[in-house]
């Protein structure tokens, strides 16, 4: 499993899924893992799409994917939404996309019940770079609804003192809540580290970096 930056290079097409990945894309990923990569149509959604020994579920619109396939290396694209992998020593993997709207509409909870209905049991998870709290301002009514789901532990603060949405704190919660264990967090936030992570919100970048998780 690997969590990208700056350092791997811009590993999507400005956040939108093409048919055709450019061949520097391409080159870019198979020098992070040389597999297949499995990639999505995110929508912000709580989709999870279960990878089957020939690759089907690429291309799918989903916010994560689950596999026992060992020859595949999932993916999803981030620029500030939290990537996210699963996984369970009987040999099941996960990665999911999490932002604000997918954390409200459950993603986590479907990817860890994903990952259970392969057959993995001891779910353990790792969050990588994301937009921390201070740096997230974040409108009433939409932190209102976060809470509702997850609780006030995702009301943050900026470095302002406005209202925030606290992206990594939601994420630990939704995996209390379904069960499974954080054992990394890379506790770094993309707009802060300007130097190492792409940011949308606080930069307009239009590249991606994310997280690939492969099995062996
Ligand atoms: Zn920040």
């Given at each position: 499993m690997r969590f990208t930056g700056r350092a791997e290079?811009?590993?999507?097409h400005g956040g939108e899924y093409v048919e055709q990945v450019d061949p520097a894309v391409e080159a870019r990923r198979r020098a992070v893992v040389d597999r297949p990569w499995i990639w999505l149509r995110q929508v912000h959604g709580d989709r999870i799409v279960t990878v089957d020994p020939a690759g089907?579920?690429?291309?799918?619109?989903?916010?994560g994917s689950v596999t026992r396939e060992p020859t595949v290396a999932l993916s999803v694209l981030t620029a500030d939404c939290a990537p996210v992998a699963l996984a369970a020593p009987e040999g099941v993997i996960a990665v999911v996309h999490a932002g604000w709207r997918g954390l409200a509409s459950g993603v986590i909870a479907r990817a860890v019940e994903a990952v259970r209905a392969c057959g993995g049991q001891t779910v353990v998870a790792a969050v990588g770079p994301c937009i921390h709290a201070e740096c997230y301002e974040f409108g009433a009514g939409d932190l209102d609804a976060v809470a509702a789901a997850l609780?006030?532990?995702?009301r943050g603060q900026t470095t302002a003192g406005r209202p925030a949405l606290d992206l990594p704190a939601g994420v630990r919660r939704a995996l209390v809540l379904a069960g499974?264990?954080?054992?990394?967090?890379?506790?770094?936030c993309t707009a802060c580290a300007a130097d190492a992570y792409f940011s949308h919100r606080a930069r307009q970048e239009s590249e991606r970096q994310g997280v690939v998780a492969w099995l062996g």
């Amino acid at each position: 499993m690997r969590f990208t930056g700056r350092a791997e290079g811009d590993l999507g097409h400005g956040g939108e899924y093409v048919e055709q990945v450019d061949p520097a894309v391409e080159a870019r990923r198979r020098a992070v893992v040389d597999r297949p990569w499995i990639w999505l149509r995110q929508v912000h959604g709580d989709r999870i799409v279960t990878v089957d020994p020939a690759g089907l579920g690429a291309g799918e619109v989903a916010d994560g994917s689950v596999t026992r396939e060992p020859t595949v290396a999932l993916s999803v694209l981030t620029a500030d939404c939290a990537p996210v992998a699963l996984a369970a020593p009987e040999g099941v993997i996960a990665v999911v996309h999490a932002g604000w709207r997918g954390l409200a509409s459950g993603v986590i909870a479907r990817a860890v019940e994903a990952v259970r209905a392969c057959g993995g049991q001891t779910v353990v998870a790792a969050v990588g770079p994301c937009i921390h709290a201070e740096c997230y301002e974040f409108g009433a009514g939409d932190l209102d609804a976060v809470a509702a789901a997850l609780g006030d532990s995702v009301r943050g603060q900026t470095t302002a003192g406005r209202p925030a949405l606290d992206l990594p704190a939601g994420v630990r919660r939704a995996l209390v809540l379904a069960g499974a264990e954080l054992t990394y967090d890379a506790d770094v936030c993309t707009a802060c580290a300007a130097d190492a992570y792409f940011s949308h919100r606080a930069r307009q970048e239009s590249e991606r970096q994310g997280v690939v998780a492969w099995l062996g």
